[in-house]
């Protein structure tokens, strides 16, 4: 039986994982379960999947966690320094899906701890892919990439033969804005509105900017063996093909299936083998038709800022997904427009200078100083701020 925690369980990703791990309880068995802040449901969780440990990142709502597991023998905890206990109790796999730099920590957790690593949190490779994968490679730990995108490329690619790989193609649905002419005034109602994927706010606004897009030509250059020049995004409304490895001889694999996250979560669950899971079979003759668009960059001008990061190097890409975070909760919070969040992400790029990063207090300085900076801009960008 493969014990399994899950770093963001009130999340869609750590309920599709509980979903997927309720069909298949001969297989699985939960140890921990972390959550932000709703520690209701986090119990509710713990409770359903007979959890050894919960625990709430945000202490003030402990006691809310701790009445609703009384006598349950199930443990209660919270803070930061909990969450590195639970996730220092090794487990066969750990699924990292706690949104944003918050979660680099956590996952370094449990990767000194030997687990395996279920990768949902791009940003941990966005802002330390190579501490995270020097961590992995000393510790014996395998990431496997939970994201539609890179889950797909990492079944079809030949890692045994990376000299083969002529380049690998990501994509993008384009999001609900593909065919929209006036971002102006673009509400946070209508951002979050993705046309085919069900996902939380701030990654539905990224998939709305494409911020999303570059983020994940970030974490693909982390993942595996290629040169940022052979990383190339494609738009592709109907998000069937989430991913494709383009082979020297020619050959094109792809990854298809429905945009459905139970997909690559079952895979990273049970991997090297599969488990079923409840998706509806892809039927091509039904859908058709599948096409592909150029990425049009003057409209969303968020991915080349991603692909300029990375060529920057150092704490670039530090710096592009801070600001990036700041930047769309002061949008979702109604305080910037929709096009300012490019607008802001590309302004603070330009007056942090990148440095080199040799440790992880490089990455938490550089994301602070990141911070800090896209907020004084906000408050001061034209009157943007309210």
């Not at 379960?33 to 209701?40: D, K, R």
């Not at 990501?170 to 509400?187: C, E, R, W, Y």
């Not at 998939?207 to 995004?233: C, D, H, W």
């Not at 494709?244 to 996250?261: E, I, Q, R, T």
Request: hydrophobic share 50%; glycine share 6%; net charge negative.
């Amino acid at each position: 039986m493969s014990r399994i925690s899950i770093l963001g369980a009130t999340g869609s990703i750590g309920k599709s994982a509980l979903a997927l791990i309720a069909e298949h309880p001969e297989r699985f068995q939960v140890e921990a379960l972390v959550a932000q802040s709703n520690a209701a449901l986090l119990a509710e969780q713990a409770i359903n999947a007979k959890a050894k440990i919960a625990v709430i990142a945000d202490e003030a709502h402990f006691s809310v966690l701790q009445s609703a597991l009384a006598g349950t023998g199930i443990e209660a905890a919270a803070g930061e320094s909990a969450i590195a206990e639970a996730m220092a109790r090794k487990a066969d796999c750990v699924i990292s899906a706690i949104v944003g730099a918050a979660g680099l920590k956590p996952t370094l957790a449990a990767i000194k701890a030997g687990s395996t690593i279920a990768l949902a949190n791009k940003e941990c490779l966005v802002c330390a892919g190579d501490l995270l994968q020097q961590e992995a490679e000393r510790h014996g730990v395998k990431i496997l990439p939970v994201d539609s995108e890179h889950n797909a490329l990492f079944q079809v690619f030949d890692a045994k033969a990376p000299q083969a790989i002529e380049k690998i193609t990501l994509t993008a649905s384009g999001g609900p804005f593909l065919h929209t002419q006036n971002l102006s005034a673009i509400t946070p109602e209508q951002a979050v509105k993705h046309p085919n994927w069900q996902m939380g706010a701030k990654i539905s606004v990224d998939s709305a900017t494409l911020m999303n897009k570059g983020l994940e030509v970030i974490e693909a250059f982390y993942l595996f063996p290629v040169k940022r020049e052979q990383i190339e995004v494609v738009i592709h409304p109907e998000s069937i093909i989430h991913g494709l490895v383009h082979y020297v001889d020619g050959s094109v694999l792809a990854g298809l299936s429905h945009p459905n996250m139970m997909t690559p979560i079952a895979y990273a669950l049970a991997y090297p083998q599969r488990i079923s899971a409840p998706v509806k079979n892809l039927d091509l003759a039904a859908i058709g038709k599948l096409t592909f668009l150029e990425v049009d960059h003057a409209k969303f001008p968020a991915l080349q800022l991603a692909y300029d990061a990375l060529k920057t190097g150092g704490t670039a890409t530090i710096t592009l997904n801070a600001a990036n975070e700041i930047a769309v909760q002061a949008f979702l919070e109604k305080r910037i427009g929709f096009l300012d969040i490019t607008k802001i992400v590309a302004e603070t790029l330009a007056s942090i200078p990148s440095h080199a990063v040799s440790c992880l207090e490089d990455v938490f300085a550089a994301d602070a100083a990141a911070r800090a900076l896209t907020l004084n801009l906000i408050g001061k960008n034209n009157g943007m701020a309210a």
